[in-house]
């Protein structure tokens, strides 16, 4: 490999300027003869594999990268370049070049910076770039967030962001709860996930409830995100709530256990009946059984039975 990076031979440089957010950008185009004189960078705020049979396709398609690479002088190899944007583009063309033996795909597009960026420029940048692009929404943002606090700290991190503390927070939980949702059919679906389960409100969501969440999204108990909602009226009620932990509840078993809305239909005593019953009917028999035994609870119970009984003698003249 030569010593000094082969770039298409040109007569005269043209230099465009370019803002990304607060950064000014001097940068030329060109094409690196050779992948390798282009090095990644090891503060990529992406994690994940990067690998994409699909992505390959699509530059065999497309006979090369749609999109340049933004590359800088590398600061510590003057012979080569580094990736600002566009490690995907890179890593899944080296592996047509090496795997499959296509050299055609050794030569890469390129936007090249004039100097080599801060740290905080070179993240500013990558982060305007992909704000403009549908996966930030889908998975990236938390992803970043959690990425930046790891490298950077909180406060730069929201800086650089251009949120509160406080939303990068939540952003960083929403991302460490989505590693813990392994038992998805579809990986990439544990950001929706994990968002649907962090609106529940933080009173209802005790980490006894989010473990038993966890467990039964993971156990594909719950199967539907969009059921999670659902939660909001199951954890108010306590009985539905206990329903709902125990080891063989669910959302549907724990909606049946929810206090009844009032019937409009059916007032006074008619009413008040229905409504005992429905009471009574809510109850586990898991709880039920703990009550075997309880004098009060039998006392209270002999009470009812009487003053019930005494009812009908009554109405039934």
Do not use: C
């Not at 699509?58 to 999109?67: K, Y």
């Not at 709860?177 to 990439?188: A, C, I, M």
């Not at 509840?249 to 005992?276: F, H, M, R, V, Y």
């Amino acid at each position: 490999m030569p010593d000094v990076a082969v770039l298409t031979p040109v007569t005269e440089r043209h230099y465009q300027e370019r803002r990304l957010g607060r950064t000014i950008l001097r940068t030329y185009r060109d094409t690196v003869e050779d992948l390798y004189d282009i090095l990644p960078n090891d503060k990529q705020p992406r994690m994940g594999p990067k690998e994409d049979p699909e992505l390959q396709r699509q530059i065999e398609a497309n006979e090369g990268i749609f999109e340049p690479l933004l590359l800088e002088p590398h600061p510590d190899h003057p012979a080569k370049f580094r990736i600002i944007d566009g490690d995907r583009r890179w890593i899944n063309s080296k592996i047509l070049v090496e795997v499959h033996k296509k050299e055609y795909y050794r030569r890469l597009p390129a936007e090249i910076t004039d100097r080599t960026l801060t740290d905080e420029e070179r993240l500013r940048v990558w982060i305007y770039i992909h704000r403009q692009r549908k996966e930030w929404d889908a998975k990236e943002k938390e992803m970043v967030a959690y990425r930046l606090v790891d490298m950077v700290g909180r406060a730069s991190a929201a800086n650089i962001l251009g949120t509160t503390v406080r939303e990068l927070d939540k952003l960083v939980e929403i991302y460490e709860l989505s590693e813990k949702l392994t038992g998805l059919p579809e990986p990439g679906a544990s950001i929706t996930w994990s968002r649907e389960i962090k609106n529940l409100n933080k009173k209802l969501l005790t980490p006894t409830v989010l473990d038993a969440v966890i467990r039964k999204v993971n156990n594909q108990e719950i199967t539907n995100s969009k059921d999670v909602r659902k939660l909001r009226n199951v954890l108010r009620d306590p009985i539905a709530r206990e329903e709902f932990l125990n080891k063989e509840g669910s959302i549907e078993s724990a909606l049946n256990k929810l206090t009844p809305i009032p019937s409009k239909k059916n007032q006074g005593l008619i009413g008040d009946i229905e409504g005992l019953s429905d009471a009574i009917r809510r109850y586990p028999w898991t709880t039920l059984a703990s009550l075997k035994g309880d004098r009060q609870v039998m006392a209270k119970l002999e009470e009812a039975e009487k003053l019930l009984k005494d009812l009908k003698k009554a109405l039934s003249r």
